[in-house]
């Protein structure tokens, strides 16, 4: 028999949280059913306020198994009771869970001793979902990773050149590289064979830098790399030596004093500054897009519009509100939505009520691949559009 300990929930780590690790948990076969959750805080009133109460979560959990009543009953008596001990299990720990204002969202992946994953988020991924399957419900987490940004610091001091990752926004120190390399002896009598010295050293070190990125890009799929240096000509003569594949991706050069700061706090507060001013650029660009498309047949806008499009399986860009959020309803295949209560087009089941519609076709774009515009720092602008367009294919 196993023991309680083998449930308990495991708490995984950001840095674990790629899309490789949703595939396989995804992929993966279980005995028995899954249970997947996605809470939000919201704003908590303090550090230590529960992320949800019991009858939040009866609620939520009364909801999913109303979804599954053709594959509930066809579970066996262990199952069941297997599921029943799961969301025991995670009743527990989400009302007993203090949310924080650093990590405001909880991601919990459950099925008996099989998986016990716990992932706590920097920020909101709504709605607040609980979802009863065969497979773990990872959707949400995978659109998030395709739309947020990965970012590589590469901060050049004077002795060292120093490392940061920024994801999910989360910021840490990875490595870092000593300028001098070490049983290194200069003859210091000769002031033209030193500076001589420095200058072969610099290209090295310059060198094995550029090596160093050039393999996290071809590792880890950073988006961004930004490049932090307290001296103009070193730092320039890096990013000309950079690979031009990561060179397109350089977000910024910074220009800092070597002592101005070594943390990694401040590193996540230049990055996310960086990012913002990014997102406002691209999306006043992205903007300029819709316009021009606008009045030709490859552009659809409104809700309504850009929902039959995606069904039809036409869209090629979406551009999306930040703030737009509507009721309505998905095809339990997750093949069809629609903003009313009618029968699936494809399949002819019965639809399920979603809270929010919009977040939904995020998902099922951005699983198709399709660019994602998310207006989050200029809304606005998507205002003429009824807060929601996309360009399509064209149909003849
Ligand atoms: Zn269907």
Not at 38 to 67: C, T
Not at 71 to 76: E, M
Not at 226 to 253: A, C, M, Y
Request: neutral net charge; charged residues 25%.
């Amino acid at each position: 028999m196993e023991s309680l300990n083998d449930r308990k929930l495991k708490y995984t780590d950001l840095k674990m949280i790629n899309q490789s690790f949703l595939n396989k948990i995804a992929n993966a076969k279980y005995l028995g059913p899954v249970v997947s959750v996605y809470l939000n805080s919201g704003m908590p009133k303090n550090d230590r306020d529960p992320k949800m109460n019991v009858a939040q979560f009866n609620s939520l959990k009364n909801e999913a198994v109303k979804r599954q009543q053709n594959y509930l009953p066809s579970l066996s008596h262990d199952q069941k009771k297997s599921l029943e001990q799961d969301l025991e299990n995670v009743k527990e720990l989400v009302t007993n869970e203090p949310a924080t204002t650093r990590f405001p969202s909880l991601v919990v992946f459950k099925s008996a001793n099989e998986l016990a994953t716990l992932i706590k988020l920097p920020f909101p991924l709504l709605p607040d979902r609980l979802v009863i399957d065969n497979s773990p419900y990872t959707a949400p987490l995978t659109a998030m990773l395709q739309l947020q940004k990965k970012v590589l610091v590469a901060k050049l001091d004077i002795d060292r050149t120093v490392f940061f990752l920024y994801n999910l926004g989360n910021c840490e120190k990875i490595t870092h590289i000593p300028t001098q390399s070490q049983n290194e002896e200069v003859d210091k009598s000769r002031p033209n064979k030193v500076q001589l010295h420095h200058l072969v050293q610099l290209k090295r070190h310059l060198k094995i830098i550029d090596d160093y990125i050039y393999r996290q890009f071809t590792n880890q799929a950073f988006d961004f790399l930004i490049v932090i240096g307290h001296e103009k000509t070193t730092t320039k003569q890096l990013i000309r030596q950079l690979h031009p594949k990561v060179r397109e991706r350089l977000l910024q050069e910074v220009a800092v004093s070597p002592l101005q700061w070594t943390d990694a706090n401040s590193c996540r507060l230049l990055v996310e500054k960086t990012l913002v001013d990014f997102e406002n650029k691209y999306e006043q660009e992205a903007i300029s897009e819709v316009i021009q498309a606008r009045g030709q047949h490859g552009l659809v806008e409104g809700l309504e519009q850009v929902i039959n499009a995606q069904n039809r399986g036409l869209l090629t860009t979406l551009y999306v509100d930040k703030n737009l959020q509507q009721e309505g309803y998905i095809c339990p295949e997750r093949h069809y939505l629609s903003l009313s209560p009618e029968e699936c087009k494809i399949c002819e089941r019965a639809m399920q009520k979603s809270d929010d519609i919009v977040d939904e076709l995020i998902e099922l774009a951005v699983a198709k691949n399709v660019d994602t515009v998310i207006f989050s720092q200029r809304p606005e602008l998507m205002k003429e559009y009824q807060q929601i367009a996309a360009l399509i294919y064209l149909t003849t």
